[in-house]
């Protein structure tokens, strides 16, 4: 390993808007095992499917209504 580097010429990370944020949120068991079952079901993991769901919401300026 050097024990300096040049980043006179590095470029920014294109995707680096794209990361995700780690954050806590409390969901009701029902809706959780919902996602879980669907995760069984689609092999993709059910924080994927979650976060999936919130981004087609967005996407689709869907509003909640109570």
Known sequence: MREEYDFAEAVKNP???????QITIN???????CFK???VETGIPYKTLINLY???CKNN????HF
Do not use: F, G, P, T
């Open 37 to 39: 079952s669907m995760a």
């Open 15 to 21: 995707y680096a808007k794209q990361l995700k944020k």
């Open 27 to 33: 969901i009701n068991e029902d809706v959780l095992d």
């Open 54 to 56: 919130l981004l087609d």
């Open 61 to 64: 300026s869907r509003k909640i």
